[in-house]
């Protein structure tokens, strides 16, 4: 027993502070335990991004195919086009040059980099809390250091 009350005399006094002790425990409770702790909804918040712009993408798709369906179905010279651009047929004595654009490259690095910041954006507001909460337990502590 007297080595238990030697121990708890060695913690200094800021620490046996029962408001610290218990915002500390709610923060690690909050930030790495809870089942929808901060990292696992970050976690999700990114999963829930990716999605919503993929289906921006697939409702951009669906918008440009059903224009082309519709001009494939009702004009003649929009299936010869079609047919020269995909599937690359040609008439007798014409040559086919094909050239190829860079632009997917550069947009799939843009979209990354805005995930990325936005990744950076939400770990800042989800810790804010965090710190606003341990800077008034130690103002608190000092304050109560003051008055003793």
Do not use: C, G
């Not at 923060?27 to 999605?51: G, P």
């Not at 651009?85 to 980099?113: C, G, H, P, V, Y």
């Amino acid at each position: 027993m007297n080595k238990i009350k030697q121990w708890y005399n060695k913690i200094p006094d800021t620490f046996k502070n029962k408001y610290l002790i218990v915002i500390v425990l709610f923060s690690v409770w909050i930030v790495f335990l809870d089942e929808h702790n901060l990292i696992i909804l970050n976690k999700r918040s990114n999963i829930l991004q990716e999605k919503q712009d993929e289906k921006q993408l697939l409702i951009e798709e669906i918008k440009t195919d059903s224009n082309t369906l519709h001009s494939l179905n009702n004009d003649p010279e929009a299936i010869e086009k079609f047919a020269r651009e995909n599937f690359l047929m040609k008439k007798e004595n014409e040559d086919i040059f094909i050239i190829r654009e860079k632009s997917d490259e550069q947009n799939n690095a843009s979209i990354i980099e805005n995930q990325q910041k936005n990744n950076y954006y939400r770990w800042i507001i989800y810790f804010l809390p965090v710190l606003l909460i341990i800077t008034v337990t130690i103002s608190i502590i000092s304050r109560q250091k003051k008055n003793e």
